[in-house]
């Protein structure tokens, strides 16, 4: 008898060397291997005849290999089956495809899955480059057995990526995930508490892992395919429940920390207000209530802004800090760029000076000795508000008092930095366990409420939903190269009302120094002959920071008209003058990236345009990101879309930083899952003690480690 503990070795028909094969695709055990679904279903209980074929459907089609044969034509070979059931044929084309000559022997059975065309000469359906599968001839011989074939045909078949460059296929698969479902122990534990199962009516486990992968003929094909069956819900709820249980355990411990309880009497009420250059929005008022009542408690508080490009969020940033500063305690605002970290470095002094705070800016360009000083009026508590990049994570700086720490625009850091950057300086003090300092984190990248309270499980979510008003909408429009001489007219008299233009080239890694040099180039071309009279800088990320600091700060001062830059002004930089932005080869721009670019602009009271300009082909991805930008302004909108198109890995930016990896779950496809899942944990959490149990909360424990290998959000895993 196999449990789901048992190492796969011990299943029939795999040995040591399949056993490694498996382990590349994370299976270890015969949990795994169960837990490895099938990414689709083909229906060959009703496969379909070939002669009620329509052009455009996908189809399953069972038939008989009729002949097949290589031809060549001038730009490339052709592989070229034909397949039959009684007098209909169906012609299937694989292009380039030598390696299937000799594959085929006439009379074999076929199942055959793809898209049926109509073929443009001959007007016959077809099917190109169609995945299939041998099924041994029309007798069912021919196939490894007799078993094995009844696997495949006359029923809902399971379809499996294959492992092991194509060594371990999709059948195999099929016949070793059988064989371990038929030696599995009968008594396989329930592991959802109870009352959770019976408020959801979920099928035992062992049914959802036989009817996952052997449905039954009745069970609905579009509910399959879309992985919403009872039996993939119970997977996939289980494997999500005990996340989200122990994120809830995490953030319960996290708050029985021991914090800061900040005051906030009347004289702290009134700094607050005082600062402020403007009237609050409603949302920017409500989002620092929610701050502000974490900062009384007496726990630490860890708490998420989001807030779409330009919504505001360094003013609640600077009035949380005054909150800490007037408590007497210390502030850190990290910024992602020195250019940023600059930017809050002046508004901090525009804003907070005058009222007396003492700021100061700590980068690592900064030159020794330079640093030394600052460190120390951090160490002995002159510096109440301390601004700068990673170098306060790094360098381990040392506070007196540290209260509050800001981290800006997040998504650039990627999810996971470890926050242990508010170090007590060890000067006059000795208390041994000193007060954890509050911690809100603030990003413009909009993400779907409960990914963003799975993906940054221990903090809590404020959400800035609205803009400052007086701002007029963004007109974005796409426009191909060839036509740049419009593009540069209109920036020409953009210029001549008094206005600014940025104009952005793509620099990716990859082709970094080829991009850079086109960057250089088009800047001495815009400068030097389109822009001749006009005062034009360059800004891109391998200036030194000197130069950097230079060119940004008189482009913000209105000494530079136009601004041609790479991606290092993507985050945060405040022009407000500025009213157009020119992106060249925008197709070659993720979504987000676009968004955060077009956030430069539309500052200010005055009209704003965003052109796309493309050069040469766009790829269907390309059309969906550049319509979506045309289309809409909205933050929310274009995130879902781009976490649609790229997967949440790519969304954030955390391919190799650990981003939670799941088994069965699709934190996209199931966000609504999720949501059922974080309400049921809670659920569990808030009831009777006896409602939890110890097994469950070490499962929860192992559930979090398995996918947070290292840390996630601001939590270590222990
Ligand atoms: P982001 O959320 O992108 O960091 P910022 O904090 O930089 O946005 O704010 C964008 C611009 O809007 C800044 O120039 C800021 O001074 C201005 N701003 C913020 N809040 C308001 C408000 N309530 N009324 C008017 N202008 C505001
Ligand atoms: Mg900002």
Known sequence: MLELTTPVQYVKGIGPKLAEILATKGIATVGDLLNYLPFRYEDRLNPRGIAELRAGEMATVIGEVRNSGLFRTRRMPIFQLTVGQGRSRLKCLWFNATYLQDKFKPGQLIALYGKV??????????????QFEMLGDAEGNGADDKAATSLEVGRIVPIYESAGQGRVTARWFRR????????????????????????????????????VHWPEAGESFEDL?????????RLIFEELF????????????????????????DRVRQAIKKILPFHPTAAQKRVLKEIADDMQKPHPMRRLLQGDVGSGKT?????????????????????????LAQQHYFSARRILENAGYRIVLLTGSLEADRKREIRRHIAQGNAQLVIGTHALLEERVEFAKPGLVIVDEQHRFGVLQRLKLMKKSGEGNDDKNPAEPDVLVMTATPIPRTLALTLYGDLDLSVLDELPPGRTPIVTRRITDDRSP??????????????????????????????????VKMCRELSGKVFADLKVGLLHGRLDAELKDQVMRMFQKGELQILVATTVIEVGVD???????????????????????RGRIGRGAAKSYCILMTGGKVTEEGERRLDAMVRTNDGFQIAELDLELRGPGEFFGTR????????????????QLLELAKREAAAVMEGPNSEITQVEISRALVALRMRWPRSYGLVEVG
């Open 575 to 597: 022009v407000l003058n500025a009213t157009v932005m020119v992106i060249e080869h925008a197709e070659r721009f993720g979504l987000a990236q676009l968004h955060q670019l």
């Open 117 to 130: 065309e109509q073929d443009s000469h001959s007007g016959e359906l077809q099917i190109i480059q169609p």
């Open 486 to 519: 419009e593009v540069w007219d209109f920036v020409r008299k953009q210029v001549a009302k008094g206005h600014q233009v940025y104009v952005v080239y793509p620099v990716i890694a990859e082709n970094e120094e080829t991009e850079l040099k086109a960057a």
């Open 315 to 339: 003013i609640i940033g600077f009035q949380a800090g005054i909150i800490a500063i007037e408590n007497g305690y210390q502030v850190a605002l990290m910024a992602p760029t020195e250019i």
């Open 176 to 211: 070793v995930i059988r064989t371990a479902l038929d030696d599995l122990t009968p008594d396989l534990a329930e592991t959802i508490p109870g009352a959770v199962r019976g408020r959801l009516a979920l099928v035992s486990p062992r049914e959802a892992l036989w009817k």
């Open 656 to 671: 190799q930083a650990g981003m939670p990896s799941f088994r069965v779950a699709n934190l996209i496809r199931d966000r």
């Open 225 to 233: 395919q879309s992985s919403r069956t009872p039996a993939h819900i």
């Open 242 to 265: 005990f996340v989200e249980l122990g994120l809830e355990l995490k953030r319960r411990q996290q708050k029985a920390q021991t914090g800061i309880a900040f005051q906030l009497d």
